[in-house]
């Protein structure tokens, strides 16, 4: 299942980003040149982290990601990443974000800073596609190792890492490896090499300085180490490349030619470079698609990690909790399962949800939103999903103490109930007849048991009715939808059900039969945005039955199923919420 995560304001191309943030390559620009400035080395840094993370899975900074668990750079080949040139990127994104907000994502600033730190170095420019957005989780462990090992003497093998990212020409290879130009290398790294020198004398004169100083870092390119030019190709063509894998493109007659052109000639190696740079950040993406978000760090993901969740077919994400936690901005996004919320063989995996997304919130916010707040939030986006109206809801409930008595829980109207019964009922919650035939029409995306109408199939008297039987007779266990017309809709198809005498329910058909309710039911069922404008409101009205915050106990509860530890009762839900509401 494929879920995106939109965010707002991230431009597709370099003409969006420079109307949307026209401050943005200046910043890269000024900020990288003083970092290399005071230490020259970042600029390999970042080309290294550029190319650790786009192989993987694509680009989208996903080897920046340092939140607690597994991440990519306690993976073997992310260990030596250079921290500096980590926080660097995270330091432009701060300067972008505080002159543009948060429109552009690490991955796009990564790309941006790494071919600075080429150029700056005296290398080419070549192309940037931006809008990439930034990954929700961390790349799997085999994706990372299938970074090439230094260790690799197999040119084939190499060639086969690097087609499967869609670098698929040995010169992409040769080229790319260049980048080798202005790198640096600990010991460890090259020590297949130093550990049988031969009569190599630069393997020798390796093994030696490492011996001395076994900490010490190797200069990749002998001849211009901090110059992006081609005298990597030189040293190679010289047999003084410093890794295996290095020195098995001179080895190898696929890939030797190329080394000795680029050796030869820097505008070669610069043309080769700059095209198969574009290639890398072209990397085929994990999940497919531009999915993620505009991180607020470029280290965690906007909500600690849980920015999206997935959960029974039911795709999560939330907006705005960087900024305004007590703006509580959950949005639904219905994908496969639509029946989620009517499903009685779901309603488990309902409840539950509501308690994931109260764990994320709790997480990125602090306890400062109910279970209550959530259930509202959630229940009113899923409604819009599945294409009803939008319905406002008021912040700031607290959840309760105890659970309801058993009292107050008859007081739900039963599905057998007659009209006088279902007007008193709601009277007695200060809801009136309008609300109640506008809340009955939840029941367009609803499902109910045979035991739930089992009053009207006892004794069929017509058509429909003797057809529900029968169905209940072969499957007494069967979910029958409660609205026959478009059950997976939120519109306002039931109440043409009813007018066609094909309501399930006593309690919805009575309401097509009296008088005092009838009229609505017509009224609604010519008229959607009737409807919908009425149950907005009654749903509003609904919501406002429990006083939003007020007087009285409750809590925000650490776990929507038990309450808090008696003592840890909160008296006050936030003024935040109170003001959002
Ligand atoms: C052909 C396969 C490659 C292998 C086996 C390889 C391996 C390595 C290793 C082991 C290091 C040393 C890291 C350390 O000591 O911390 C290194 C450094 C480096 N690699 Fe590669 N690499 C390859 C391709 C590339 C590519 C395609 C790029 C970029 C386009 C790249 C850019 C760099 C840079 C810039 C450094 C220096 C990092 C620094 O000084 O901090 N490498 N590489």
Redesign the pocket.
């Known amino acids: 299942m494929l879920v995106v995560v939109l965010a707002v304001g991230v431009f597709s191309s370099p003409a969006a980003a420079a109307a949307s943030c026209p401050q943005l390559e200046g910043i890269v620009r000024t900020e990288v040149r003083a970092a290399l400035q005071r230490e020259i ?1 970042l600029a ?2 970042l ?2 982290i550029f ?1 650790h993370d786009c192989f993987p899975q694509g680009c989208d900074a996903s080897v920046l990601l340092k939140t607690s668990g597994k991440t990519e750079q306690t993976m073997g080949p992310n260990t ?1 990443l ?1 921290p500096r040139a980590l926080q660097l990127i995270e330091d432009i994104r701060a300067k972008v974000h505080a002159a543009c907000g948060a429109t552009v994502s690490c991955t796009d600033i990564t790309a941006l800073a790494t071919r600075e730190a080429v150029v700056a170095s005296g290398g080419p420019t070549y192309a940037v596609s931006l809008g990439q957005l930034d990954s929700l989780a961390p790349a799997s462990a085999t994706d990372v190792n299938a970074l ?3 260790f ?1 003497a197999s040119v084939a093998q ?1 060639l086969r890492a690097f087609r499967g990212r869609g670098l698929a020409d040995a010169a992409d ?1 040769v080229a ?2 260049g ?2 130009t ?5 010991c460890g ?1 090259f020590q297949d090499r130093t550990a049988n020198p031969g009569n190599d004398a630069f393997v020798r004169k390796l093994k030696a300085d490492c011996d001395t100083d076994p900490n010490r870092v190797q200069q ?1 390119d002998v001849v211009t180490p901090d110059a992006f030019d081609n005298g990597y190709y030189r040293a190679l063509n010289a047999s003084q490349g410093v ?1 295996t ?1 290095d020195m098995a493109l001179l080895r190898d007659p696929t890939t030797a030619p190329i080394v000795r052109q680029f050796a030869l000639s820097k505008d070669a190696f610069f043309a080769q470079f700059a095209k198969s740079m574009a290639k ?1 950040g072209s990397v085929p993406r994990k999940p497919a698609g531009n999915v993620g978000e505009i991180r607020r760090s470029c280290f965690r993901t906007n909500a600690g990690g849980e920015t999206l969740l997935l959960h029974g077919g039911v795709c999560l994400s939330f907006f705005d909790l960087t900024d305004h936690c007590s703006l509580l901005s959950a949005l639904l996004s219905y994908m496969s399962e639509r029946s989620m919320a009517q499903n009685q063989g779901l309603q488990q995996s309902a409840l539950q949800l509501i308690e994931s997304i109260r764990d994320a919130v709790h997480r990125r916010c602090g306890a400062t939103v109910s279970c209550a707040d959530i259930l509202a939030v959630a229940t009113a986006h899923a409604v819009n999903q599945a294409g009803g109206p939008v319905i406002p809801i008021a912040l700031g409930r607290r959840d309760s103490l105890e659970p309801a008595p058993g009292w107050a829980v008859a007081t739900l109207p039963r599905p057998d109930a007659d009209v006088t019964t279902l007007i008193n009922a709601f009277g007695s919650k200060g809801l009136g007849g309008v609300d109640l035939v506008a809340l009955s029409g939840a029941h367009t995306v609803g499902k109910a048991r045979c035991s739930a109408f089992a009053d009207r199939t006892r004794s069929p008297n017509d058509a429909f009715t003797t057809g529900l039987a029968q169905a209940c007779a072969t499957d007494a266990n069967r979910l029958q939808e409660l609205d026959v017309i478009s059950p997976e809709r939120f519109d306002n198809a039931y109440f043409v059900d009813l007018r066609n005498r094909q309501g399930v329910l006593t309690s919805d058909q009575g309401l097509a039969n009296d008088g005092r309710t009838s009229w609505l039911v017509n009224g609604f069922a010519d008229n959607q945005a009737w409807f919908f404008g009425q149950f907005a409101a009654s749903m509003e009205k609904m919501s406002k039955l429990t006083p939003a915050s007020g007087s009285g106990g409750g809590e925000i509860r650490r776990n929507c199923f038990s309450r808090n530890s008696p003592g840890i009762i909160i008296q006050h839900a936030t003024d935040d919420l109170h003001a959002s509401a």
């Open positions: 080395a390999a840094g080309l290294r190319f030596t250079q090439p090992s230094p690799t190499l290879l790319l490896s980048a080798h202005i790198g640096r290398a600990i790294f990749l890794f894998s890398l």
